[in-house]
C-alpha cells in the first residue's frame, strides 16, 4: 500500500510541477515579419513560423490595420493564396476570441522556389483588395514523414513492452514468495 501512496504522490507532484513551470504557449512565440504593405485603407502585417519557410507546413499571421485610424481590424475575411508554376493553395485566415486583431492560416508547400503570395482582405460586402509579395521557400523540411513515423513507434513500443515486462517480472516474483 505504502508503494501506491509514494507512486500517486509522485504522479500529482509531477503534474503541479508542470502546471506552474510551464509558460502559456502561443502560435505567435516567434514569428518573423516578412512583409508589411498598404493597400487601399489597409495596412497589412504577415508574419511566418518558421522564419525561413521550408517545405512542409508553414503558418502564416496577417496583422490588417486601418490607415488612417492605425486601429486593428477586428471583423475582416481574410483568405491567403499562395501560387508556383501551375500550382496554387488558399487558406482562410482566422482569428480567435482571444487574439482578434491576428488572423492566423496554415499552408502546406511541397516544393522550393520562389511563391508569389496573395493575402486578399475584405471588410466590407463585393469590396475586396489584395496585397502580393514573394515567399521563398527552401529545400528539403527539418523532419521527414518516415523518421517522424518511426520515432512514434520507437516511443510507443516503449510505452507497451516495458510495462508487459515489468508486470511479467514482479508478477512471478510475487508467485515465488
Avoid at 481574410?78 to 482569428?95: C, K, L, P, W, Y
Avoid at 522556389?113 to 496585397?131: R, Y
Wanted: hydrophobic share 45%; glycine share 6%.
Amino acid at each position: 500500500m505504502r508503494h501506491v501512496f509514494n507512486g500517486s504522490a509522485l504522479i500529482v507532484t509531477l503534474f503541479v510541477f508542470c502546471f506552474i513551470a510551464t509558460n502559456q504557449v502561443s502560435a505567435h512565440g516567434d514569428m518573423k515579419e516578412i512583409f508589411v504593405g498598404e493597400v487601399d485603407d489597409y495596412k497589412v502585417a504577415v508574419s511566418v513560423i518558421p522564419h525561413q519557410p521550408m517545405v512542409g507546413h508553414a503558418h502564416f499571421t496577417i496583422e490588417p490595420t486601418d490607415v488612417k485610424t492605425s486601429n486593428p481590424i477586428e471583423e475582416a475575411i481574410i483568405t491567403i493564396i499562395v501560387r508556383h508554376g501551375d500550382e496554387a493553395f488558399e487558406s482562410r485566415a482566422v482569428n480567435s476570441p482571444s487574439s482578434t486583431t491576428m488572423y492566423d492560416a496554415n499552408l502546406t508547400f511541397y516544393e522550393e522556389g520562389d511563391w508569389e503570395a496573395e493575402v486578399k482582405i475584405q471588410t466590407l460586402p463585393d469590396h475586396e483588395s489584395s496585397v502580393y509579395f514573394i515567399v521563398n521557400v527552401s529545400g528539403e523540411s527539418i523532419v521527414s514523414g518516415t523518421s517522424a513515423g518511426y520515432f512514434f513507434l520507437f516511443i510507443f513500443g516503449i510505452l507497451v513492452v516495458v510495462p508487459i515486462i515489468l508486470v511479467l517480472k514482479y508478477r512471478r516474483a510475487n508467485k515465488t514468495a
